[in-house]
């Protein structure tokens, strides 16, 4: 598997997509709390149960849905078209948050990041079962994973330095929405590699 241009493509895209991912995400509570100011979505009456429908738990509870949502969709139509239009929405989701200010459109931006996000967790997986078997899977995505644990260096550091440059939350998001935008254009490279004879000496 380490061998094939594929497989290095699915560990770049999975970089490029979780890092833009954690960016932002090491950036959601703070940016989120200076739009907000003293505003809450939580009634009184909630208590501590009010931090479920604040921007982080409300990301969180959509992240877990991503994973099954973005599943069902690549089933549909397949990984590397799922991945470029879960990319593609992620990075349009990122560039919009420049916009946000009310309440509503807190809400709704802490949905569709957490349920983008959620979907490398069902695609990459997916992708690499797909296209070198299981008879290996789990050092086979073991390699892929590797990504993400670069990604997860990568993304709070690049975030934490554009804010400290800038003083401002925004850059780290307009970034991380290029980021989507690159991760996009290598699925399709992905979705190229994939239709060519793939070896399944590990099936």
């Given at each position: 598997m380490l061998n094939t241009p594929?497989?290095?493509?699915?560990?770049?895209?999975f970089i490029?997509?979780?890092t833009s991912g954690l960016m932002a995400i090491g950036q959601w509570k703070p940016m989120m709390?200076?739009?907000?100011?003293?505003?809450?979505?939580?009634?009184e009456w909630m208590g501590g149960f009010g931090r479920f429908v604040e921007p982080v738990g409300i990301l969180a509870i959509f992240n877990a849905i991503g994973r099954?949502?973005?599943g069902k969709i690549s089933d549909l139509i397949d990984r590397p078209r799922a991945m470029m239009i879960m990319f593609l929405a992620q990075g349009m989701a990122f560039m919009l948050l420049i916009s946000v200010q009310s309440t509503l459109a807190v809400f709704l931006a802490s949905a569709w990041?957490?349920?983008?996000?959620g979907g490398n967790f069902a695609l990459f997986p997916s992708a690499t079962a797909d296209y070198f078997g299981t008879r290996n899977f789990g050092v086979n995505y073991g390699w892929i994973f590797t990504a993400y644990g670069v990604a997860g260096i990568l993304g709070p550091i690049v975030g934490g330095v554009l804010f400290d440059v800038t003083e401002q939350y925004v850059m780290a998001f307009v970034f991380a929405g290029i980021l989507c935008f690159v991760a996009a254009a290598s699925s399709i490279v992905v979705?190229?590699?994939a239709r060519r004879p793939?070896?399944?000496?590990?099936?």
């Open positions: 594929l497989a290095c493509m699915l560990w770049l895209t490029l997509g979780a709390a200076s739009l907000l100011g003293s505003k809450s979505f939580a009634p099954v949502f973005w990041v957490g349920l983008n996000f979705w190229g590699l793939i070896p399944v000496a590990n099936r």
